[in-house]
């Protein structure tokens, strides 16, 4: 029967070409293969449904059809595949090559068994053959050599999906008929895209094992597309990277979307955490294989569903695999995500990774524009002789090539494993052609402000040596200055690459005083963009002349941010602050961080701070001055980050973060007190599989001498509605006053492991977290007013004739703990706060809400 249809297929086709034949059309030509054995197709359907128009594949899988004006839609068909119908653009697609699925692999989402089965791992036959293809992992270990190494040459393309022709002819796109020439058919979706940045880098890992040693020299680097319209372009291209990272299937657990997910062949977790079956005997690059399929237990936890094609030997070793998100997966904005991997032998034995390929279909919202991810990767060239010694000097793990970004097409015909399509080989093109538009400056001038938070002051022909900002601390308001109005600038390397200027000038309409800071900043490396470029080796020295709540130090964003300057309580106790400082930073690729900063400053208590001294006269200090010098190291080894115009933001969290700190105050040097404060700490994040994270912050400090409050250790308060790391949501400015402390903050953000199983709320694909802070702290008697009559100390602060600050029980610690939910609408979370103990303090906040904006995957 199958015969038949395929030979009624064929001479139907036939009947329909002989009949149009004498037409004349443009012609679509390409290859139709499998896709999962990548080989050729012949005799398959290829033709216009209803339209009376069509061809066949030849022997070698090739086509040709021709097109016409109205006809957007071709359809390949054959028996054993799934049938493929694709939009194609007159006039406009002309090569197009298609991978047909078969019928018993659903590429999207794998679906097997009914919903209600018995699934048993007990004398399961898949079951057992996972666990011998878990146990053969360790033999397919590179590391396991004395040496190694091989190139990688890696591209990642960015577009606009599923292009469409009305798209092409309507709104914006109308007015860019150019766009038409970069339209282009993504063969594995069958959809077309219009390719917007191509990124290329070529690299070699090199490996020793003993003393242990791994680097990765980048040889070649080319950016090219909208990235280039951005002086942080990196940012993009960074990202991207990190977010899509490479996929090795033969670690317990794969990071992506800056989430671990479990690998199917996990050695902790697989078998608990998929369901495996076995569906046939497949030869895969005619090899005998076994086709297994896997999915999660839960299709809402964060895994994969999808194909394993494990050799039919006494190695069981993965050939290929695909895998893809189920399409009930918590995961937000991937709309589908497909990985492709395939592994091949070596002359030694070694299975190795060769190709590593992902496509990701996104978008904020499902009926938003999508955009496609595409990151293709290969790897070659395997060895394993011994390296020389002075390749594993080199310092970092990393090393970026001189001449890397500016290799000639010689070197990219070369090492280029996957050819640029038509397309991402006329980026430069397309920019030009964008930026003649007059409305799209505009565009992007608006883009930039939003994403970077700043504006510059040049242009692509005059790159920006000035930028304005940032944006959002222009306007804000505070109990002193009232309604406060900011302007800031910064220098960049377009300027000078090691020589940067930054300040900003503020007016409070409250105060009626003017406030200004200005920086000046040398960076003993060359930098690209801005000196806080990852190494950073700089000098720095500061002057600034500000009003500012002694917490205020503690907020990892600027205190003038808008958004942070709305209070939950009034904090009317600040100073105006005068301060001088010179300060040395030096970080190394292992991720040692050494600061050095000598610092000057007077500071004039407002608002209601007054500074009284502890001498029953009552005398008022109108003014505190300190010199200090204080030393800072910081170790966080593997922790990468993204550079922005406004700060550098680690895009991972896994390295465990170690940081030692001492202060020195010198008295009679410019300073009127001696004082020692010495701080640690500890962050560490705990990865829980499907259940989730848990962040972890420990730090202890004192301070050594006796010294008056405002040289006392305050907790990190935050009194803003939003949300910051590594702070007390209920604490008020300066309520707390120790010379001893230990704090703990942890949060356990369960990733929607609860809400998942629960009917209806699952939809909503909310996630829980719940969060716990600890405060121990202890005042000595050398340094309580209330036990001391030494004049040198000053009396505790007040408000309306009540005291404000205490002194804590170091048998009682503070504690308050949250409960809250995030990915409410993909972009809001809210934590509710609660504070346990010390509730008599006066005007203090029992309870209240949090919030923050997060995207996250």
Known sequence: MGNFVIKFNILFVLFLTCFTFSLKAQNIHGVVRDSTTNETLAYIAVFYEGKGVGSITDIDGRYTVETRKGWNQLTFSAVGYITKTVNIIPGVTKNMDILLVPNDIMLEEVVIKPKRERYKRKNNPAVEMMKKVIAGKKVNILSNNDYYQYNKYQKITLSLNDVTPKMLETGVMKKMPFLKDQVELCNETGKFILPLSVDETVSQKIYRKDPKSEKTLIKG???????????????????LKDVFTDV?????????LQYPFISPISSKNAISFYKYYIMDTIKVDSVKCFHLTFVPNNSQDFGFSGHLYVLADSSYSVKRCLMNFPKKSGVNFVNSMNIIQEFDSLPNGDRVLIKDDMIVELSLIKS???FQVRRMTRYDDFAFDPLPNKLFKLKGDVIKEADAMMRSDE?????????????????????????????????????????ENFVETGSKEHPSKVDIGPVNTMISQNFVDGLRLRFSAQSTANLNPHLFFKGYYAYG???????YMGEIEYSFNKCEYLPREFPKHSIALNYQYDVMAPTDKFLKTDKDNVFTSFRTTKVDQMNYVRKLSLKYE??????????????????????SLVYIKNDGLGTIVPKMHTSEVSVMFRYAQGETYVNTK??????????????????????????????NMSEIGIYKRFWFSSWGKIDAFVKGGAEWNKVPFPLLIMPAANTSYILQRETFNLINNLEFLNDRYASLDISWDMNGKIFNRIPLLKKLKWREIIGFKMLYGTLTDKNNPNKSQDPDLFLFPTRDGKTTSFVMDPHKPYMEFSVGIHNIFKLVHVEYVRRLNYLDNPDINKWGFRFMVMMSF
């Open 411 to 451: 070197f990219w015909n070369r090492y280029r494993q996957v050819q640029l399509s038509e397309s991402e080989s006329q980026m430069d093109l397309l920019v030009k052609r964008l930026e003649q538009i007059p409305s799209f400056k505009y565009v992007i001038f608006g883009l930039k402000a939003l994403i």
């Open 646 to 675: 406004q700060r550098r933001l680690p895009i991972s969290f896994d390295a465990p973060v170690f940081t030692l700190s001492h202060t020195m105050g010198l008295k009679g040097v410019g300073g009127d007190y001696k004082y």
């Open 509 to 515: 309409f409250k105060d009626k005083r003017s406030k």
């Open 248 to 256: 090795d299937i033969y670690q317990d657990d794969i990071r992506l």
């Open 586 to 607: 030096y970080e190394t690729y292992f991720g040692l961080k050494t600061q050095l900063e000598i610092k000057h400053s007077s500071d004039e208590p407002t608002g």
């Open 221 to 239: 680097i080319s950016s090219n597309g909208i990235n280039d319209l951005f002086a942080t372009g990196d940012m993009l291209n960074t990202a």
């Open 368 to 370: 938003s524009q999508s």
